[in-house]
């Protein structure tokens, strides 16, 4: 079972996608009514995965905007060591965000 990490400023590279295994980045912001509801199937992704999940509020962390380009939220990245393996745009279910876990694990 994996957990749900909250970015809170931490070196991104070196903590958090500079890791062995698969680290889901979920880029989002309170006022994006998709990103709300993709909460609930990243809950469930995390109690039924081993995938790292980090949130990272887009407002909070602009610089991540221009980084990977986001033009419209919510947008999931899959990190498989360190290297984007899955560009996921605007809400994703469980079942299609479990097919790419799968998929790279």
């Known amino acids: 079972m994996s957990r749900i990490i909250n970015y809170a400023g931490e070196d991104f590279d070196n903590e958090i996608i500079l890791q062995n295994g698969l680290t889901l980045v979920d880029f989002f912001a309170i ?21 790292k999940i980090v949130k990272i509020d887009v407002d ?6 221009a980084k990977f380009k986001i033009r419209g939220l ?17 809400f994703q279910t469980f079942d299609e965000i479990m097919e790419k876990i799968n998929l790279h694990n």
Not at 31 to 49: H, I, T
């Open 31 to 51: 006022w994006c009514g998709p990103c709300q509801m993709l909460e609930k199937v990243l809950v469930e992704v995390a109690n039924n995965s081993e995938c």
């Open 74 to 90: 919510p947008l999931l990245l899959l990190f498989k060591d360190g290297q984007i393996v899955e560009t996921l745009k605007g």
């Open 60 to 65: 909070d962390y602009p610089e991540f905007g």
